[in-house]
């Protein structure tokens, strides 16, 4: 019976005599099992399998001369060739379960290999085997973990880099072109205001005017739609609102924007007293009435209808313009989905609708649409009413 020594010299021998034999057997078994994270041609399945078998020899001869049956420290080629082969596999999208499976098939083809020439494996040996073919696991392992970590670190670098230009963004968004915009609109008002301007002096104010606010709500909407995707929502200040009165101004800012339509109350005419911001639940509701007077015929009637309950009040904006396509409907509050898909960009950005219900949401409502060619287009806006805050106090 041959020693371990022995032994270990004759696995070497044949470990590179019938390499092809294994790496064969072993691409058979692998696609078999399915241990690729996904189809490879067979040279990039094998990748540095040949080279690990001549470490693996090398391993075992070298066992077998400094101590037959004893453990010995790692050799560096192998590896070398498993930290690279560990590279691969995560270039490919491999996990690392994948990884040490592939190395579980190996081991398995070359017992089995071994069993069909070797009536009795020495335990000397099998060791040695063992032990140099969990070094290249541990390699790969390593490696595959490092280069991920590597691409996660890169990844959150490049997150914060993005984060910190889209902090500069905003700020010059929000300060650098609010501000001459600003100006421009109370310049322009200004002189609109001056006695005696020829009226083709006065359309063109009326427009630069017009320009200049539907700039500032393009800036708005981009401001609070970064706002609620880095958030989660958009801030609101909540305060003891008659939503009555708030929408008795928006209609009439409505009706000045929009002269010659006609919007139509419908509902109790009492005190809706709740818990909201008023500057937020004003711009939702001019949002939906603009919208409504928009895409409705300019001899139609847009209606507004009121409800109010002991726990919320709704408002429902209706209109008889085309109405939204079926298939539109559940993404009408998307982000960058224009009222008009034909619409220029530059006259919306497709976030008033988005907006509008993260704000009915952030006061823990919801806006919600219903469309049909018999019935017309309703936004439903529901508001729960919260708990009233007390007046301030007097000095």
């Known amino acids: 019976m041959p020693t371990c020594s022995q032994q270990a010299h004759a696995l070497a021998d044949r470990l590179e005599r019938e390499q092809q034999v294994i790496v064969d057997r072993w691409l058979r078994r692998v696609r078999a099992q399915g241990v690729a994270a996904r189809p490879l041609p067979a040279p990039e399945l094998v990748d540095r399998l040949p080279e690990f078998l001549e470490q693996l020899a090398a391993a075992l001869r070298r066992g077998a001369e400094e101590d037959a049956c004893g453990e010995t420290d790692p050799p560096t080629s192998a590896g070398r060739v498993a930290r690279e082969h560990g590279t691969q596999r995560y270039r490919h999208g491999f996990d690392i379960r994948a990884v040490v499976d592939e190395y579980t098939v190996l081991l398995d083809v070359l017992f089995d290999l071994f069993a069909e020439t070797e009536p009795c494996l020495d335990i000397g040996a099998s060791r ?149 911001d008023p500057d937020r639940i004003a711009q939702v509701l001019t949002n ?19 409800e109010l309950a002991p726990d919320r009040v709704t408002v429902a904006v209706h209109n008889r313009g085309e109405p ?27 976030l008033g609708l988005h907006i509008s219900r993260q704000l009915a949401r952030a006061h823990g409502g919801d806006l919600s649409v219903e469309s049909s060619p018999e019935a017309g287009t309703r936004f439903t806006l529901t508001l729960p009413r919260g708990v009233p805050l007390p007046p301030p106090s007097q000095p």
């Open 128 to 276: 040695l085997l063992i032990h140099a073919a969990s070094t290249g696991v541990a390699a790969a392992v390593e490696q595959f973990s490092t280069e991920r970590e590597a691409d996660v670190q890169s990844a959150q670098e490049a997150l914060l880099k993005a984060r910190e230009y889209e902090e500069q963004l905003i700020g010059v968004v929000s300060h650098d072109l609010r501000n001459p915009l600003t100006i421009i609109t109370h310049c322009a008002e200004l002189m609109r205001r001056t006695e005696h301007l020829p009226a083709p002096v006065c359309r063109q104010l009326q427009r630069l005017r017009g320009a200049t606010d539907r700039a500032m709500r393009l800036i708005g909407d981009l401001l609070d739609f970064t706002q609620a995707r880095n958030q989660g929502r958009i801030s609101v200040k909540p305060v003891t609102v008659d939503l009555r009165l708030l929408l008795r101004e928006v209609i009439d800012e409505a009706m000045l924007t929009h002269p010659g339509r006609t919007i139509e109350r419908a509902g109790a005419d009492e005190r809706m007293v709740g818990c909201w």
């Open 288 to 306: 939906l009435l603009d919208n409504a007077l928009k895409f409705s015929p300019t001899d139609s009637l847009v209606r507004v209808e009121t």
């Open 324 to 350: 939204i396509a079926p298939e539109r409907l559940g993404s009408v509050f998307e982000p960058f989905q224009r009222a008009d898909p034909d619409a220029n960009a530059r006259v919306s950005l497709g």
